[in-house]
């Protein structure tokens, strides 16, 4: 009968560093999607902003014909600009933004 050591040294190695990436390859999944998920949260509700937008200013077209004005909704707006006629010249959704002065410890110069 043969009873030599089992030698599980090596296996137990590679086996170890196969969890090790599969933790780490695991939690880099975890981390991406819920980056998506904010992501797609966000497009989301600027699309709605947009829509609610586009349906004020059409309202607004049809009950007062011509109009020059602007319509903000949290961090956007939409610039509406008609001639006499109520022809649009200009149907814009910007962006409202605002410059950061914060400056957070760097360096000033």
Do not use: H, P
Request: proline share 0%.
């Amino acid at each position: 009968m043969n009873t030599g050591r089992l030698r599980l040294g090596m296996l137990s190695i590679l086996l170890t560093v196969i969890v090790i990436c599969m933790a780490v390859l695991s939690l880099l999944s975890f981390a991406t999607s819920s980056a998506d998920m904010r992501l797609a949260n966000r497009y989301a509700r600027t699309v709605e902003i947009r829509y609610q937008l586009e349906k004020e200013g059409r309202k607004l077209l049809e009950e007062q014909g011509a109009v020059n004005t602007e319509i903000s909704i949290e961090d956007y707006k939409l610039v509406i600009e008609t001639d006499e006629s109520g022809n649009i010249k200009t149907w814009c959704i910007e962006k409202i933004w605002q410059q950061d002065d914060r400056i957070d410890g760097l360096w000033e110069g």
